[in-house]
T-cell receptor, first 112, second 109 residues
Framework: EAQVTQNPRYLITVTGKKLTVTCSQN?????MSWYRQDPGLGLRQIYY???????DKGDVPEGYKVSRKEKRNFPLILESPSPNQTSLYFC???????????FGSGTQLSVL | SQQGEEDPQALSIQEGENATMNCSYK?????LQWYRQNSGRGLVHLIL?????REKHSGRLRVTLDTSKKSSSLLITASRAADTASYFC?????????FGAGTTVTVRA
């Protein structure tokens, strides 16, 4: 089944404790992206990747890192999480940039 | 930065009625897409309309695009309780999709 898999689904952590949210797709998509969703603000793009080893900042990249070493994986790293990064995070992929996105189920992150 | 803005923010209709929501955007686009989100779950793609198209249909969905006015509309006909969700427009500018804040649709039985 074609899907985007994100883990974990829920995560509670404390300020400053490094964490990684994993994202994997099985559709051989070139484009992958991370979004955060906050009430009233819709989805805001954090980082995106047009292909392996090619990543670029979205609209809200501060405090986040990504890497794209393999086509299928696009992990989101928070080196030193802060409470303002408490949010619902989505990973998504598409065959190429600008085309139909397939979304993961989301990761609800709480930073205390 | 957010490109699309949906209107209205919220919509409540009776089952069987039509629901219409609008999206306005600021800069030129390659395509415009509509997505549905059920209660905090992942977004599901509904329809994509390219900048050289004016109207597109998919089942009970009808999307229009007016590039001169930089606006789009999504019409859901004969609504059902299962259509209760948030709907987002997303604009493709420079191969990045930018989402609006969404329209929350409630369909009453």
């Amino acid at each position: 089944e074609a899907q985007v898999t994100q883990n974990p689904r829920y995560l509670i952590t404390v300020t400053g404790k490094k964490l990684t949210v994993t994202c994997s797709q099985n559709m051989n998509h070139e484009y992958m992206s991370w979004y955060r969703q906050d009430p009233g603000l819709g989805l805001r793009q954090i980082y995106y990747s047009m292909n392996v080893e090619v990543t670029d900042k979205g609209d809200v990249p501060e405090g986040y890192k990504v890497s794209r070493k393999e086509k299928r994986n696009f992990p989101l790293i928070l080196e030193s999480p802060s409470p303002n990064q408490t949010s619902l995070y989505f990973c998504a992929s598409s065959s190429r940039g600008g085309e139909k996105l397939f979304f993961g189920s989301g990761t609800q992150l709480s930073v205390l | 930065s957010q490109q699309g803005e949906e209107d209205p923010q919220a919509l409540s209709i009776q089952e069987g009625e039509n629901a219409t929501m609008n999206c306005s955007y600021k800069t030129s686009i390659n395509n415009l897409q509509w997505y549905r989100q059920n209660s905090g779950r992942g977004l599901v793609h509904l329809i994509l309309i390219r900048s050289n198209e004016r109207e597109k249909h998919s089942g009970r969905l009808r999307v229009t695009l007016d590039t001169s006015k930089k606006s789009s509309s999504l019409l859901i006909t004969a609504s059902r309780a299962a259509d209760t969700a948030s709907y987002f427009c997303a604009t493709d500018n420079d191969y990045k999709l930018s989402f609006g804040a969404g329209t929350t649709v409630t369909v009453r039985a």
